[in-house]
Each structure stands twice: as structure tokens, then as C-alpha cells.
């Protein structure tokens, strides 16, 4: 699993990034953060992080609210973004899925071609019924996706996702990784998504890969 980083001490939001994006170019091979975007074959640039070949997140087996197992070959053909969250979430899950509701919206028709997927890093409390309302409420095509806990962390270390439980008084929250990642239409991993991209710009990033 990505290590945590011993970070100053920043807002929960700001946190979560900084770990997401040093996760990410971390397993690039220490990237410089300001590197400039890799251009596409067409000249253009992708806003996101280019993670073309990248030897982790190849793959995923989770079970959907209907208790049927998913991986990335059901989703062939489609541009498929990913994310790892949980539905009690405060404020960088509901952003996450609200951008992509944008994004749907924003590319038409073409969005029949994009399948969002919310992963849970809380399947103690998000339930198959939780997780599909959830999703649902941001959009009625996004798939919320689950697994026991020790395919949950299995998972997560192959997307270099880092999570963990925060005690909140008699309950908990969930710190994690607040990046979402693209795949392209051959399944391939391609893009990782900073939290703070905009809705526009992740519109057009994916209207390259379709």
C-alpha cells in the first residue's frame, strides 16, 4: 500500500490530495508535480496526469449491489473512470461524483460511452442497498462496487490508493486517496484525475480517449 506522508498540517480535503498525488508519482518514479502534461498522438494535451503504462491498476473483481462480480472486461469498449470513496464521505466523494455527473452531462450523447464507478473503502457500513442509492442519486448509470475487507485492501494497494479509519468520537471517518482514474475504451489504464480538476477540463480529456 502507498505509504502515508508525513504532511503539514492541512485541511482534510488538502490532505487527501497531496497524498493522492504523491502516490501516483511516487509509482511514476518520483515525477516532478510540474512535469508538463504528455502530449496525445493528435497534439493535444490531456489535463490529467498521463499514467499510459503504468504496471498497477490493471485490473479489479468486485461484486455490484446485485451481488454479481465486475471486472474491467465488462466495460470494453467504454471510457470507464474509477474512484475509491465511501457514501458517509463530508465533502471529496460527493465533489468526486458530482464533477462526473457534470461530465455526463457536458458530453451528451457520448456519455452512453463512459461508465463511472464509485468503489467503497467502507464495506462495513456501505451495504449493497447504501451503495446503490448513493450512486444512483448523482446519476442513474453510476455502479457502486464492494468486497470484503480483505479484497477491499487488496484492491486499493493495486490502485496505489491509500485509506485508513479515523475514530470520530464513537464512530469513524475514512481518510483515502482523492484521485479518480480513466481507463480507455481497450481497458487500459490512462489518466489519474487530480480532485481539484474541472468538470470541463475531465470533459475534455475524455472525449480524447473516446
Known amino acids: ?20 498525488l504523491a502516490a501516483v508519482l511516487g509509482a511514476m518514479g518520483c515525477m516532478p508535480a510540474r512535469e508538463p502534461p504528455t ?22 473483481a468486485l461484486q455490484d449491489p446485485q451481488g454479481r462480480t465486475r471486472t474491467l472486461a465488462d466495460f ?16 471529496v466523494c460527493p465533489t468526486a461524483l458530482s464533477r462526473a455527473a457534470a461530465v455526463m452531462q457536458r458530453l451528451g450523447p457520448a456519455s452512453d460511452r463512459v461508465q463511472v464507478i464509485f468503489v467503497t473503502v467502507d464495506p462495513e457500513r456501505d451495504t449493497a442497498p447504501v451503495l446503490a442509492a448513493y450512486t444512483q442519486a448523482f446519476h442513474p448509470r453510476f455502479l457502486g462496487l464492494m468486497a470484503d475487507l480483505p479484497t477491499t485492501e487488496r484492491t486499493a494497494k ?15 471517518t475514512m481518510d483515502h486517496t ?9 481497458g487500459r489504464l490512462r489518466l489519474a484525475v487530480r480532485h481539484e480538476q474541472s468538470a470541463e477540463d475531465l470533459s475534455d480529456d ?5
Open 76 to 91: 470494453r469498449g467504454q471510457v470507464v473512470v474509477l474512484f475509491f470513496g465511501f457514501t458517509q464521505c463530508p465533502d
Open 206 to 210: 475524455l472525449r480524447r480517449l473516446l
Open 158 to 172: 493495486d490502485f496505489k490508493v491509500f485509506y485508513r479509519k479515523v475514530p470520530t468520537g464513537s464512530s469513524y
Open 39 to 60: 502530449s496525445t498522438a493528435a497534439g493535444s494535451r490531456f489535463t490529467a496526469l498521463d499514467v499510459q503504462g503504468a504496471a498497477w491498476g490493471r485490473d479489479f
Open 1 to 20: 500500500m502507498a505509504m502515508p506522508l508525513c504532511l503539514p498540517r492541512v485541511g482534510a480535503s488538502r490532505r487527501r490530495a497531496l497524498w493522492s
Open 178 to 186: 482523492a484521485l479518480s482514474f480513466v481507463f480507455d475504451p481497450q
